[in-house]
């Protein structure tokens, strides 16, 4: 396919050149032959160094995500800006950073001289185009749309990358560097003939910005890739050059905003030391396009105002306002606004002087509008101490009971921010019905990008499917076709603002920690610029650009993506159960009773009967009711709600038929099932790329598979044992509460170990585990560690041995195995040292080591020991003995 890109893109010169009858710029035929060997070479060689992941740890650069340098720009020969902006600056180095060294093309060949100053390629606004080319046919674009069209004659070639403003240019830059390896998003038709079919592309929404819920301190609330780039020990980082290249980052996908801190603790940010802080921060994206916001606590002008209120009709507040924003202003030209979340989990409201967020978003709007800036205030807003016995209480009802009803009284420049679902970024729900009850209001869907819910990047996510299916839905306001993405593009209802925001959470280590999980980030991007395109085609760009061009790697890695929600979603959270974790904890482990009977709203009220929330109109809580009719009348009732949804709208016995038959309890069973084995199968997958991909990124990546197979188990489990005890209704297939080859902890000969209750019990093998809490440095001294011990009593053979145990922070226990006193392989003596979620037993913490091969006869002694370090017990759950044929991974 890259070849056929290149090729194509190579017949349009020579193209070019047939139909003029003359030679394009300096071309003779020893340069097209030199043209046809630079393109083979590169094709064989050049990609598949270029587009090879390097996670090695260096300096954080862009490059160490997609932006590996592309092969075919030294087309562009010389490359010059018509305007002076630093954006058009950045795009003019992005471009000849690929075609600096066209004297060493990869593959050895030499560029003539005569190419390489007879070809120009212009970068400017379609003004400074205009002024520049009068004869050129540059159209008129809008902001960000970019042109991009080639000139030949005999003489000289020009290309042109027009902009409709400065960032339309750097986008077109970025969209020629995707070019050889987007495959099919970009019609081959384009690139035979570029003089007369220009690139041409336009955002489909104006708002595409991340969120970072950077705190101060240089922690980052649900970030799990370390610490923030931004800030640390309260003040703006010294070092910002992981700044520039995050922005260089996301102007690559076309991204135009970051708000840089989180929408808790805001207050400091004001500060006037902070403000100047965040000047150099914005000073550090400018040139990428990608303009500074900042979330804001409402409450500010009485915490650090000094004021006696935050009221914000007090004529004192709104003045205070004023003054802050001219403030901000005066240090950073380009601010774009003010993110805020007010009333909820805590934060500071309106609410609390009886205002409504209309009146707070539109004090914080009057003081921006005179700047051209906005507020994205968050539709995120509901009561986390709901009355679980209540059965008509619904947090999911919230968004739209509280914003529905403000509907037309938001000044022009604020925009309703809703997350895609009407809870919280669960592995499924449905689309906020908020989307479709504000026709006059300017709107934004939030997403999130850090997997706050879908495994903290332990677990592989893809989550642009999920986005799109949200983006897709058609929400028939008025009885007409409109899909969410129009709804916020802001075309259904003639909004001139809107668009998407992505929670983004990149930290120090590698942006999101995990490489795949950066799929999400560049999908992000994309699909805000592009709403229609598939994912697929995303993950396919995103896996060409990131991790190999081969086309077995790419379909390995993109099934892998495609695979990867539903697998998730399978064994975590299947018929819109939501993701059944802890929700007063971490969101990351199995808690199927954590996420019922809390305050926070999170329920999927299971009894021994039934389980699910009934959201109907006629009998439950009214929130299939806020859908437009008809949406409304096909979540209403449980016959047309679609399988995936069902428990989200409707509490049904154990044994109601889904649409193909299956019951509802075997369906519980049989996902959670499927989903553990579709996670085993990530590993297999990976492991056919070894020696196909580059060598490093493989050894990281392969780890992180296999632990998440391990812990889809975890989750499996956990969620079968739970089901199967509350229901009492055995599985079909006799898997649910059978383990063949289970060799519990609490049955072994125990020294030293004691046998504890895990909690919730639902997360270890029948609730229980042995631990070995040697508190006493004395005990220790003489203890230094606990032992578990089984007699082997099957039939000889080769096995793996699965030992499921806790690995808690706080310190680094060692686990050895042993077979009648022997080491039981290469690698029966490990470290617990992950760095897994919370600091007591239960699922966040229970992971698997695999021994694998080891030879057992009846009557051997398998021996687990366990040295426990500092807190963490070298607890243990069971082992597993699985015939080492049988075990795939
Ligand atoms: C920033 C969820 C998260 C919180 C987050 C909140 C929000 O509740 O768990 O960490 O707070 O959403 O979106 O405001």
């Known amino acids: 396919m890259i070849g056929c890109a290149l090729l194509f893109w190579f017949r349009k010169f020579t193209v070019g050149r047939d139909q003029d009858g003359t030679t394009v710029g300096a071309w003779g035929p020893n340069e097209v032959q030199y043209m046809l060997r630079t393109i083979a070479s590169s094709v064989a060689f050049g990609l598949a160094i270029l587009v090879a992941g390097d996670s090695s740890a260096r300096a954080q650069t862009a490059d160490q995500a997609w932006l590996h340098e592309p092969s075919h720009l030294f087309l562009f020969g010389k490359v010059i ?22 004297a060493s093309v990869k593959g050895g060949a030499s560029l003539p001289r005569s190419w390489r100053e007879s070809t120009l390629t212009v970068i400017g606004t379609t003004e400074e185009v205009h002024e520049a080319y009068p004869d050129f046919p540059a159209p008129s674009l809008a902001p960000g749309e970019y042109w991009i069209w080639w000139n030949g004659s005999a003489e000289h070639s020009v290309s042109v990358i027009a902009g409709g403003d400065e960032r339309g240019a750097l986008y077109g830059v970025f ?3 995707r070019l050889p390896v987007s495959g099919e998003s970009f ?13 041409r592309e336009h955002p489909a929404m104006p708002i595409r910005w991340v969120d970072q819920w950077d705190n101060a301190d240089g922690s980052i609330e649900r970030g799990y890739a370390g610490r923030s780039i931004f800030f640390e020990g309260g003040k703006v980082r010294g070092d910002l050059k992981p700044v520039s290249e995050y922005a260089r980052l996301l102007a690559s996908v076309g991204i135009n905003g970051c708000n840089v801190n989180n929408v808790n603790n805001a207050v400091q940010f004001l500060d006037p030391e902070m403000i100047r802080g965040l000047a150099k921060i914005a000073d550090a994206m400018r040139p990428w396009g990608v303009r500074l916001a900042m979330s804001v606590d409402v409450a500010s002008p009485q915490k650090i105002g000094g004021l006696a209120t935050y009221d914000p009709l007090d004529p004192a507040v709104k003045a205070w306002w004023n003054a802050k924003v001219n403030d901000i202003y005066a240090l950073i030209p380009d601010f774009a606004g003010f993110t805020v979340k007010a009333d909820s989990e805590g934060q500071p409201g309106p609410a609390s002087y009886g205002r409504t967020p209309a009146d707070a978003a539109n004090t914080l709007a009057a003081a921006l509008a005179p700047h051209g800036g906005v507020v994205l205030y968050r539709a995120f807003v509901y009561n986390h101490h709901l009355d679980w016995n209540d059965p008509k209480a619904d947090r999911a009802r919230a968004a739209y009971d509280i914003f529905h009803p403000l509907d037309g009284k938001f000044a022009p420049n604020v925009i309703i921010q809703t997350k895609e679902g009407p809870i919280d970024f669960q592995v499924r729900e449905p689309v906020s019905p908020l989307f479709g009850g504000l026709t006059q209001t300017s709107q934004a869907m939030e997403v999130q990008i850090t997997q706050e819910y879908t495994g903290q990047q332990r677990h592989l996510v893809y989550l642009a499917p999920l986005w799109k299916q949200a983006l897709d839905f058609d929400m028939r306001v008025a009885g007409r076709s409109t899909p969410v993405k129009e709804i916020v593009s802001g075309t259904s209802f003639h909004r001139n603002l809107g668009g998407m925001v992505g929670v983004s959470g990149v930290g120090r280590d590698a942006w999101l920690g995990s490489p795949l999980a950066m799929a999400n980030l560049y999908a992000f991007g994309r699909v805000a610029w592009n709403p229609n395109l598939a994912p697929e085609e995303i993950a396919r760009e995103w896996t060409r650009q990131t991790i190999g061009a081969n086309e077995e790697v790419v379909r390995t890695v993109v099934k892998m993506l495609m695979q990867s929600w539903p697998a998730y979603e399978d064994y975590t959270g299947p018929l819109g159960l939501q993701t059944l974790t802890d929700i007063a904890g971490s969101h990351y482990g199995p808690g199927i009773e954590g996420s019922e009977n809390n305050g926070w709203g999170q329920w999927h009220r299971a009894d021994h009967e039934g389980v699910g929330m009934d959201r109907s109109v006629a009998t439950g809580t009214g929130f299939a009711g806020q859908y437009p009719l008809a949406v409304a009348k096909k979540y209403e009732s449980a016959a047309t709600t679609p399988d995936n949804l069902l428990l989200f709208f409707h509490h049904v016995p154990y044994t109601y038929k889904l649409h193909d038959g299956k019951t509802v309890i075997q369906y519980l069973y049989d996902s959670h099932y499927a989903g553990a084995a579709q996670a085993a199968g990530f590993v297999r997958d990976w492991e056919t790329l070894k020696g196909k991909i580059d060598t490093a990124l493989y050894d990281n990546v392969l780890p992180r598979l296999e632990y998440q197979a391990g812990h889809a188990i975890v989750w499996r489990d956990a969620v079968v044992q739970y089901f199967l005890k509350l229901s009492r209704i055995p599985d079909e297939q006799g898997r649910a509460g059978h383990y063949p080859g289970r060799l519990e902890a609490e049955d072994a000969r125990l020294d030293g170990y004691q046998i504890v209750d895990v909690k919730p019990w639902e997360d270890a093998s029948r609730g229980k585990a042995v631990s070995c809490d040697l508190k006493q440095p004395m005990q220790r001294e003489k203890q230094p560690s606990c032992s578990a011990e089984w007699t082997y009593e099957g039939p000889a053979g080769r096995f793996d041995i699965a030992v ?17 006193g022997q080491a039981a392989g290469m690698d029966a003596t490990w470290v617990a040292d992950a760095m897994l979620p919370t600091r007591r037993l239960h699922g966040d913490n229970s992971t698997r080591h695999i021994v694998e091969g080891v030879a057992l006869k009846p009557g051997d002694t398998i021996r687990i020991e366990g040295t426990p370090d500092g807190s963490d017990p070298a607890a243990l759950d069971y082992i597993e003995l699985i015939p080492a044929a049988s075990n795939r991974h």
């Open 187 to 199: 019609p081959l038709t384009n690139l035979q003939n570029l003089h007369e079919v220009p690139l």
């Open 804 to 820: 499921q145990y806790f690995d808690l922070q706080g310190g680094v226990a060692k686990v050895a195995l042993t077979v009648n």
């Open 81 to 102: 800006a018509l305007g002076s902006s630093p954006i058009e600056q950045s795009a003019v180095q992005e471009l000849s950073r690929s075609i600096s060294h066209p």
């Open 175 to 177: 969209a020629l560097r």
